[in-house]
T-cell receptor, first 115, second 117 residues
Framework: AQSVTQPDIHITVSEGASLELRCNYSYGATPYLFWYVQSPGQGLQLLLKYFSGDTLVQGIKGFEAEFKRSQSSFNLRKPSVHWSDAAEYFCAVGAFQGGSEKLVFGKGTKLTVNP | KAGVTQTPRYLIKTRGQQVTLSCSPISGHRSVSWYQQTPGQGLQFLFEYFSETQRNKGNFPGRFSGRQFSNSRSEMNVSTLELGDSALYLC????????????????FGEGSRLTVL
Protein backbone atom coordinates (compact mmCIF):
# COMPACT_ATOMS: atom_id res chain seq x y z
CA ALA A 1 0.00 0.00 0.00
CA GLN A 2 1.07 3.51 -0.65
CA SER A 3 2.30 5.58 2.25
CA VAL A 4 3.99 8.88 2.96
CA THR A 5 6.18 9.70 5.92
CA GLN A 6 7.01 13.18 7.06
CA PRO A 7 9.50 12.63 9.89
CA ASP A 8 9.31 16.13 11.33
CA ILE A 9 6.07 17.04 13.06
CA HIS A 10 7.18 20.59 13.86
CA ILE A 11 10.02 22.72 12.57
CA THR A 12 11.02 26.21 13.70
CA VAL A 13 13.25 28.44 11.61
CA SER A 14 14.21 32.07 11.69
CA GLU A 15 13.01 34.42 9.00
CA GLY A 16 15.56 34.52 6.21
CA ALA A 17 16.96 31.11 7.00
CA SER A 18 16.82 28.21 4.59
CA LEU A 19 14.26 25.46 4.93
CA GLU A 20 14.09 21.79 4.08
CA LEU A 21 11.06 19.64 4.85
CA ARG A 22 11.52 15.92 4.50
CA CYS A 23 9.19 13.49 2.79
CA ASN A 24 9.61 9.77 2.14
CA TYR A 25 7.12 7.73 0.18
CA SER A 26 6.32 4.12 -0.49
CA TYR A 27 4.82 3.30 -3.86
CA GLY A 28 5.31 0.43 -6.24
CA ALA A 29 5.38 2.33 -9.50
CA THR A 30 6.61 5.71 -10.61
CA PRO A 31 4.94 8.05 -8.19
CA TYR A 32 3.09 11.26 -8.70
CA LEU A 33 4.26 13.44 -5.83
CA PHE A 34 2.86 16.65 -4.43
CA TRP A 35 3.43 19.24 -1.76
CA TYR A 36 0.47 21.14 -0.38
CA VAL A 37 0.37 23.95 2.16
CA GLN A 38 -2.41 24.69 4.61
CA SER A 39 -2.74 27.95 6.50
CA PRO A 40 -4.84 27.99 9.68
CA GLY A 41 -8.52 27.71 8.93
CA GLN A 42 -7.90 27.23 5.23
CA GLY A 43 -7.98 24.44 2.72
CA LEU A 44 -4.92 23.03 1.00
CA GLN A 45 -3.05 24.84 -1.73
CA LEU A 46 -0.80 23.05 -4.19
CA LEU A 47 2.82 24.20 -4.01
CA LEU A 48 4.33 21.92 -6.61
CA LYS A 49 4.09 18.50 -8.20
CA TYR A 50 6.30 15.88 -9.79
CA PHE A 51 5.12 13.55 -12.51
CA SER A 52 8.19 12.74 -14.55
CA GLY A 53 11.21 14.30 -16.16
CA ASP A 54 13.44 16.76 -14.37
CA THR A 55 13.80 15.64 -10.78
CA LEU A 56 14.06 19.20 -9.49
CA VAL A 57 10.70 20.91 -9.68
CA GLN A 58 9.89 24.51 -9.06
CA GLY A 59 6.72 25.63 -7.38
CA ILE A 60 4.96 28.72 -6.22
CA LYS A 61 6.15 31.09 -3.50
CA GLY A 62 9.80 30.26 -4.18
CA PHE A 63 9.59 26.60 -3.17
CA GLU A 64 11.32 23.74 -4.92
CA ALA A 65 11.48 20.00 -4.37
CA GLU A 66 13.81 17.28 -5.52
CA PHE A 67 12.71 13.75 -6.36
CA LYS A 68 15.28 11.10 -5.45
CA ARG A 69 14.12 7.68 -6.53
CA SER A 70 17.01 5.87 -4.84
CA GLN A 71 16.04 7.37 -1.50
CA SER A 72 12.27 7.38 -2.09
CA SER A 73 12.30 11.00 -1.08
CA PHE A 74 10.73 14.22 -2.24
CA ASN A 75 12.06 16.94 0.04
CA LEU A 76 10.76 20.49 -0.10
CA ARG A 77 13.18 23.40 0.08
CA LYS A 78 13.20 27.15 0.18
CA PRO A 79 16.40 29.23 0.32
CA SER A 80 15.02 32.06 2.44
CA VAL A 81 11.90 31.71 4.56
CA HIS A 82 9.42 34.55 5.01
CA TRP A 83 7.15 34.99 8.02
CA SER A 84 4.16 34.34 5.75
CA ASP A 85 5.44 30.81 5.12
CA ALA A 86 4.32 29.75 8.59
CA ALA A 87 1.77 27.04 7.92
CA GLU A 88 1.41 23.27 7.79
CA TYR A 89 2.93 21.43 4.86
CA PHE A 90 1.73 18.12 3.50
CA CYS A 91 3.49 15.76 1.18
CA ALA A 92 1.29 13.42 -0.85
CA VAL A 93 1.58 10.60 -3.36
CA GLY A 94 -1.01 9.96 -6.04
CA ALA A 95 -2.32 6.42 -5.97
CA PHE A 96 -4.32 5.01 -8.84
CA GLN A 97 -7.13 2.80 -7.70
CA GLY A 98 -10.21 1.59 -9.49
CA GLY A 99 -9.68 3.90 -12.44
CA SER A 100 -9.46 7.01 -10.39
CA GLU A 101 -6.81 8.59 -8.31
CA LYS A 102 -6.67 9.43 -4.68
CA LEU A 103 -3.99 11.21 -2.75
CA VAL A 104 -2.28 9.58 0.19
CA PHE A 105 -1.01 12.29 2.52
CA GLY A 106 1.70 12.40 5.13
CA LYS A 107 0.80 13.59 8.61
CA GLY A 108 2.16 17.04 7.88
CA THR A 109 4.94 19.29 9.16
CA LYS A 110 4.02 22.44 10.99
CA LEU A 111 6.38 25.31 10.25
CA THR A 112 6.91 28.14 12.70
CA VAL A 113 8.90 31.18 11.58
CA ASN A 114 10.63 33.31 14.19
CA PRO A 115 11.22 37.01 13.44
CA LYS B 1 -13.04 31.69 -11.76
CA ALA B 2 -14.61 30.82 -8.42
CA GLY B 3 -12.87 28.22 -6.30
CA VAL B 4 -14.30 25.18 -4.56
CA THR B 5 -17.12 26.23 -2.25
CA GLN B 6 -18.09 24.23 0.79
CA THR B 7 -21.10 24.80 2.99
CA PRO B 8 -21.60 25.09 5.85
CA ARG B 9 -18.17 26.19 7.08
CA TYR B 10 -18.90 25.33 10.69
CA LEU B 11 -21.51 23.21 12.37
CA ILE B 12 -22.18 21.58 15.69
CA LYS B 13 -24.15 18.38 16.06
CA THR B 14 -24.84 15.93 18.84
CA ARG B 15 -24.19 12.21 18.87
CA GLY B 16 -26.70 10.20 16.94
CA GLN B 17 -27.69 13.01 14.61
CA GLN B 18 -26.86 13.09 10.93
CA VAL B 19 -25.23 15.79 8.85
CA THR B 20 -25.06 16.72 5.19
CA LEU B 21 -22.18 18.73 3.78
CA SER B 22 -22.19 20.36 0.38
CA CYS B 23 -19.47 21.03 -2.14
CA SER B 24 -19.58 23.05 -5.36
CA PRO B 25 -16.55 22.33 -7.53
CA ILE B 26 -14.74 24.72 -9.80
CA SER B 27 -16.71 25.28 -12.96
CA GLY B 28 -15.79 22.62 -15.52
CA HIS B 29 -14.37 20.21 -12.98
CA ARG B 30 -16.12 16.86 -13.04
CA SER B 31 -14.27 14.97 -10.34
CA VAL B 32 -15.00 15.65 -6.69
CA SER B 33 -13.15 14.03 -3.81
CA TRP B 34 -13.76 14.20 -0.09
CA TYR B 35 -11.16 13.99 2.67
CA GLN B 36 -11.44 13.92 6.44
CA GLN B 37 -8.80 15.77 8.42
CA THR B 38 -8.26 15.13 12.13
CA PRO B 39 -5.29 15.87 14.39
CA GLY B 40 -4.76 12.19 15.10
CA GLN B 41 -5.27 10.57 11.71
CA GLY B 42 -4.33 13.44 9.44
CA LEU B 43 -5.88 13.62 5.98
CA GLN B 44 -7.78 10.53 4.98
CA PHE B 45 -9.52 9.85 1.69
CA LEU B 46 -13.26 9.32 1.93
CA PHE B 47 -14.50 8.93 -1.65
CA GLU B 48 -14.30 10.29 -5.16
CA TYR B 49 -17.07 10.94 -7.65
CA PHE B 50 -16.92 11.47 -11.37
CA SER B 51 -19.97 12.01 -13.56
CA GLU B 52 -22.32 11.09 -10.71
CA THR B 53 -20.55 7.76 -10.11
CA GLN B 54 -18.54 6.84 -7.08
CA ARG B 55 -15.27 5.51 -8.44
CA ASN B 56 -13.23 5.14 -5.33
CA LYS B 57 -13.93 4.78 -1.64
CA GLY B 58 -11.70 4.97 1.39
CA ASN B 59 -11.78 2.83 4.47
CA PHE B 60 -14.69 4.41 6.31
CA PRO B 61 -17.85 2.81 7.71
CA GLY B 62 -21.10 2.81 5.80
CA ARG B 63 -22.33 5.74 7.89
CA PHE B 64 -20.33 7.89 5.52
CA SER B 65 -21.94 8.30 2.14
CA GLY B 66 -21.96 10.73 -0.70
CA ARG B 67 -23.40 11.56 -4.03
CA GLN B 68 -22.78 13.77 -7.01
CA PHE B 69 -25.33 15.60 -9.06
CA SER B 70 -25.47 16.19 -12.79
CA ASN B 71 -24.00 19.68 -12.33
CA SER B 72 -20.99 18.07 -10.53
CA ARG B 73 -21.99 19.45 -7.16
CA SER B 74 -21.51 16.90 -4.42
CA GLU B 75 -22.85 16.16 -0.99
CA MET B 76 -21.61 13.89 1.71
CA ASN B 77 -23.68 12.57 4.54
CA VAL B 78 -22.70 11.15 7.89
CA SER B 79 -25.42 9.34 9.81
CA THR B 80 -25.53 8.38 13.47
CA LEU B 81 -22.77 10.78 14.37
CA GLU B 82 -20.08 9.75 16.82
CA LEU B 83 -17.69 11.93 18.79
CA GLY B 84 -14.86 10.68 16.61
CA ASP B 85 -16.48 12.15 13.53
CA SER B 86 -15.47 15.61 14.68
CA ALA B 87 -13.15 16.78 11.94
CA LEU B 88 -12.52 19.15 9.11
CA TYR B 89 -14.10 17.73 5.97
CA LEU B 90 -12.38 18.89 2.83
CA CYS B 91 -13.75 18.71 -0.66
CA UNK B 92 -11.48 18.86 -3.68
CA UNK B 93 -12.23 19.06 -7.36
CA UNK B 94 -10.16 18.30 -10.40
CA UNK B 95 -10.52 18.53 -14.13
CA UNK B 96 -10.73 15.17 -15.83
CA UNK B 97 -11.45 14.16 -19.37
CA UNK B 98 -12.39 10.57 -20.22
CA UNK B 99 -9.34 8.59 -21.15
CA UNK B 100 -6.95 11.20 -19.78
CA UNK B 101 -4.77 10.25 -16.88
CA UNK B 102 -5.62 12.22 -13.83
CA UNK B 103 -2.95 14.79 -13.15
CA UNK B 104 -3.72 14.51 -9.49
CA UNK B 105 -3.93 18.27 -9.16
CA UNK B 106 -6.69 18.76 -6.67
CA UNK B 107 -8.17 22.12 -5.81
CA PHE B 108 -9.40 22.18 -2.25
CA GLY B 109 -12.15 24.12 -0.60
CA GLU B 110 -11.74 25.66 2.84
CA GLY B 111 -13.58 22.79 4.47
CA SER B 112 -16.53 22.21 6.73
CA ARG B 113 -15.58 21.94 10.37
CA LEU B 114 -17.88 19.52 12.16
CA THR B 115 -18.00 19.31 15.93
CA VAL B 116 -19.93 16.44 17.49
CA LEU B 117 -20.95 16.86 21.13
Amino acid sequence: AQSVTQPDIHITVSEGASLELRCNYSYGATPYLFWYVQSPGQGLQLLLKYFSGDTLVQGIKGFEAEFKRSQSSFNLRKPSVHWSDAAEYFCAVGAFQGGSEKLVFGKGTKLTVNP
Amino acid sequence: KAGVTQTPRYLIKTRGQQVTLSCSPISGHRSVSWYQQTPGQGLQFLFEYFSETQRNKGNFPGRFSGRQFSNSRSEMNVSTLELGDSALYLCASSFLSPGVTNTGELFFGEGSRLTVL
